[in-house]
C-alpha cells in the first residue's frame, strides 16, 4: 500500500496509548485521495460492467 505514496503522503508515529507504545500509520488526505482512485487493470475489467464480477 504505501508504495503507491510520495514520502511526504504518510508518515509513522510510536504515541504511548494506555501504557503501551503503538505503531501508527497517519496518512494526509492527498494520500487518501491518491489511494482511493487507483486501479488495477483487474479492477477496471472487473467493473466495466457495472457490477462486480468473480
Known sequence: M???LDPDQ???RRPLI???IENTLLISES???ALSS???AANTER???GSPTR
Do not use: S
Open 2 to 4: 504505501l508504495r503507491k
Open 18 to 20: 494506555h501504557n503501551q
Open 38 to 40: 487507483t486501479t488495477t
Open 47 to 49: 467493473y466495466a460492467n
Open 31 to 33: 494520500g487518501i485521495y
Open 10 to 12: 504518510y508518515q509513522t
